[in-house]
């Protein structure tokens, strides 16, 4: 088939969802992000695609920092409930979803508690590129689990593998006990992105 311009990231699916988190003012916000990469190891720089109405981004670029945490597949639920509550909100959006979390160790950005990876970014540059807009972030510090040391034991970490939006976050394998992919399946597609993807 041909595919529709809407549809090409899903091509890349399943990916790996991380939790994108800043906080300022008083103010605690995280969206999952598909859109992001590691672009350079000298500096360490990584870049996020970001739909520049949403509340994160505009918190990260505002902070001028913000975190990358990757979750474990036991905390799909809250990260699903994070691209259903809008940051603008509420005063504390990873609280809100039941992730609870503190201060990074060198920069002012949220740490999610339980996460088997933190990322803390300063913020180094944000340009609009078509219709989002990319957050390029320079590494200042970065925490794993022990399920890390050189490569991931995957026997002590399970990543989510996100495969699309459909009613609710849908993974690869399928995951049959959760009824968000009970419920895409008949529902056959889901709202598209940047709500969700
Ligand atoms: C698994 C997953 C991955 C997503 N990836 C991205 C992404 O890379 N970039 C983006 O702008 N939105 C992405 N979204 C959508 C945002 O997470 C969603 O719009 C979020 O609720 C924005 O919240 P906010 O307005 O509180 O910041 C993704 C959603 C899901 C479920």
């Given at each position: 088939m041909d595919v529709p311009s809407a549809l090409v990231?899903?091509?890349?699916?399943?990916?790996?969802?991380?939790?994108?988190?800043?906080?300022r003012r008083g103010r605690?916000?995280?969206?999952?992000?598909?859109?992001?990469a590691s672009i350079s190891d000298s500096p360490p720089l990584l870049a996020v695609s970001c739909n520049p109405d949403g509340f994160t981004c505009k918190l990260a670029v505002g902070a001028k920092a913000f975190s990358l945490s990757v979750m474990p597949r036991s905390s799909?639920?809250?990260?699903?409930?994070?691209?259903?509550?809008?940051?603008a909100d509420v005063k504390d959006k990873l609280e809100s979803v039941g992730l609870a979390h503190?201060?990074?160790?060198?920069?002012?950005?949220?740490?999610?508690?339980?996460?088997?990876?933190?990322?803390?970014?300063?913020?180094?540059?944000?340009?609009?590129?078509?219709?989002?807009?990319?957050?390029?972030?320079?590494?200042?510090?970065?925490?794993?689990?022990?399920?890390?040391s050189e490569f991931w034991d995957f026997s002590r970490y399970s990543p989510i593998l996100y495969a699309g939006w459909r009613?609710?976050?849908?993974?690869?394998?399928?995951?049959?006990?959760?009824?968000?992919?009970l419920r895409g399946r008949r529902a056959g597609r889901g709202r598209s992105r940047p709500s969700t993807g």
């Open positions: 990231h899903r091509l890349f699916y399943p990916q790996v969802p991380a939790v994108m988190s800043a906080q605690v916000s995280a969206m999952p992000v598909v859109s992001y799909m639920s809250s990260v699903e409930r994070l691209a259903q509550v809008r940051g503190g201060s990074g160790t060198v920069l002012p950005v949220p740490v999610i508690e339980g996460a088997e990876a933190v990322l803390e970014c300063q913020l180094r540059s944000n340009r609009q590129e078509g219709d989002h807009v990319l957050l390029v972030g320079l590494v200042k510090a970065a925490h794993a689990s022990d399920a890390f009613g609710g976050l849908t993974t690869y394998p399928p995951d049959k006990l959760r009824p968000g992919a």
